[in-house]
C-alpha cells in the first residue's frame, strides 16, 4: 500500500491527465500543476511527499522551481522527468537536491519505484530531523 | 599518511577568486565605466579580506607539525572554499539584483516617448540588454558557488548500483550517440547492493560520465566497470578513450575550481564536488591517466556507507 502523496507538474495536459487517471487508479493520492508557479501556489497551501516534475515547462522551468521547492519546502522529494536529455540540466538537477532525473518515456512501474524510494527517503530524512 | 611540513601552494589557490575578480575589473573599466571596475575592486578587497580571516584562524600555531592524510586536507581545502565562496556569492548577489533593475528602468524609460526618434536610442537599448544578459550570467555563477558550498548530510538507503549506473549511462548516450561515443557497460552481474546515498551517487555518475564523454569529445568509447572489491566494498571504473590527463593536472583535478576547459564552460567544481560526495560517503575517488590512453575513474564504495568518516 503506497501511501504517499504526490503532486504531478507538467505543461502538456495530455500527459498531466493521463499520469494523475493511472496514478489514481494504483490508490495513489495525486494532484496536478501546469505550471512550475502553480506548483509552487499549491506547494505553499498543502504539503506533498513526492513531486514528479517535468524539466522544460515555459515560464519557470523545472530546474528554477526544483530550487524554489528545495528552499520552501525542503524535505519534498523532487524526481525531474525529462523529454530530451540535457546532461547539463540533469546534472544541475541532482546538484540543487533532485532525486532522481529520468527520461520520457517511463515505464509507470518504474516511476512508482523511484517514488516509493523517494518517499522512504522522505521518512529517513524526516525521522532524523 | 604524508607529512607536510608546508603547503603553500595551498595557500595561493583560495586566492584565485579574488584575482579572478581583481582582473576583471581592467575590461569592466574600460567597457562599462569606472563605476564597475570600482566594484569589482571592492569585491575583490572584500573577498581578500574574508579569506584572510577564514585562514588565519586555520594556522597551525608554532612548531605544530602538520600530520596530514592526503584526503582530509582535500576536505579542509573544499570547506574553506566552499565558505569563502558561498560568502562572496551571497554578498554578490544583491548589487547584482540592483544592477539588473536599474538597467530594466532605464529601458523602460528609453519607451518613453521624450526619446522617441532619437538615434542612439536602439544602441543603449542595446548596451541595456547586455547589462541585463552578464549580470544573469554572473547570477548563474554565484548560484553555482552557494549550490557548492550548502552541504548535504547523506541519506542512506539500499541501492542497487548497476541500475543506478545504468539510468545515469543513459541520459548520457543521447549525447554521447551524436558524437559517436559508444557506451559500453562492463557490469559485474551479481554485485551485492549498496547502503548509500542515491542521489548524491547519482550527482557523482552523471559528472564522471560527462566529463568522459567530453574528453572522448568524438568517435571513441566510454566503458564503465562495475566490480565486487573485496568482502566490503564495491568499484565503478569510467574508463574514456580520450586524451588523457597531463601528468602535471592529475594532482590537482579534485581541487574546486581546477579546471581544463575553456573560459566559461566550466566552474571547476564538478570533480571537486564528486570528490566531497564519494569521501562524505565512506569510499574513495581517484584518477589514473597515462599519455595517449585515456583517463580512468575508480570510484570505491563500501557495502555500508559511513564504516568510515575521513574528513570529519
Known amino acids: 500500500m503506497d501511501n504517499f502523496k504526490v503532486m504531478v507538474v507538467d505543461d502538456e495536459q495530455d500527459f498531466l491527465e493521463t499520469i494523475i487517471k493511472r496514478l489514481k487508479a494504483r490508490k495513489i493520492e495525486v494532484a496536478g500543476a501546469e505550471s512550475g508557479q502553480r506548483a509552487l501556489d499549491l506547494l505553499a497551501s498543502q504539503d506533498f511527499d513526492v513531486m514528479i516534475l517535468d524539466v522544460k515547462m515555459p515560464g519557470m522551468d523545472g530546474i528554477e522551481t526544483l530550487r524554489e521547492v528545495k528552499k520552501r519546502k525542503p524535505l519534498t522529494e523532487v524526481i525531474m522527468l525529462t523529454g530530451h536529455a540535457s546532461v547539463e540540466s540533469g546534472i544541475q538537477g541532482m546538484q540543487l537536491g533532485a532525486f532522481d532525473y529520468v527520461m520520457k518515456p517511463v515505464a509507470l512501474d518504474e516511476l512508482l519505484e523511484k517514488m516509493r524510494q523517494a518517499y522512504e527517503r522522505k521518512l529517513i530524512q524526516e525521522g532524523k530531523g | ?312
Open chain 2, 1 to 312: 599518511m604524508t607529512l607536510r611540513p608546508s603547503f603553500s601552494a595551498h595557500r595561493v589557490y583560495p586566492y584565485i577568486p579574488a584575482l579572478l575578480i581583481l582582473a576583471a575589473a581592467v575590461p569592466l573599466g574600460l567597457k562599462c565605466g569606472a563605476l564597475w571596475a570600482l566594484g569589482a575592486l571592492a569585491l575583490a578587497g572584500i573577498s581578500v579580506l574574508t579569506l584572510c580571516g577564514l585562514l588565519r584562524r586555520q594556522e597551525p600555531g608554532p612548531g605544530q607539525d602538520w600530520l596530514l592524510d592526503e584526503g582530509l586536507l582535500q576536505a579542509q581545502k573544499v570547506a574553506a572554499i566552499g565558505q569563502l565562496s558561498a560568502g562572496v556569492a551571497h554578498e554578490i548577489n544583491n548589487p547584482l539584483a540592483i544592477i539588473r533593475q536599474e538597467a530594466q528602468w532605464m529601458q523602460t524609460l528609453l519607451q518613453t516617448d521624450h526619446f522617441h526618434g532619437l538615434e542612439e536610442v536602439k544602441e543603449l537599448q542595446d548596451s541595456l540588454r547586455e547589462i541585463i544578459q552578464q549580470v544573469d550570467r554572473t547570477k548563474e555563477i554565484t548560484h553555482n558557488l552557494l549550490d557548492f558550498a550548502r552541504k548535504r548530510q547523506p541519506v542512506l538507503q539500499t541501492v542497487a548500483i548497476n541500475k543506478l549506473i545504468e539510468d545515469m549511462a543513459r541520459l548520457v548516450e543521447n549525447e554521447a550517440r551524436r558524437k559517436q561515443i559508444r557506451i559500453i557497460r562492463q557490469f559485474a552481474p551479481e554485485l551485492p547492493p549498496i547502503f548509500s546515498d542515491a542521489p548524491q551517487l547519482r550527482q557523482v555518475l552523471l559528472n564522471i560520465l560527462n566529463n568522459a564523454v567530453y574528453a572522448v569529445r568524438k568517435d571513441g568509447a566510454v566503458t564503465i566497470t562495475t566490480r565486487p572489491a573485496g568482502q566490503e566494498a564495491v568499484e565503478i571504473l569510467v574508463h574514456d578513450t580520450g586524451p588523457g590527463i597531463a601528468p602535471e593536472d592529475l594532482p590537482r583535478i579534485f581541487d574546486p575550481f581546477f579546471t581544463t576547459k575553456p573560459p566559461g564552460q566550466g566552474t571547476g567544481l564538478g570533480l571537486s564536488i564528486c570528490h566531497g560526495i564519494v569521501e562524505k560517503l565512506g569510499g574513495r575517488i581517484t584518477a589514473a591517466s597515462q599519455a595517449g590512453q585515456g583517463a580512468t575513474f575508480t570510484i570505491r564504495l563500501p557495502l555500508k556507507a559511513g564504516q568510515k568518516t575521513p574528513g570529519k
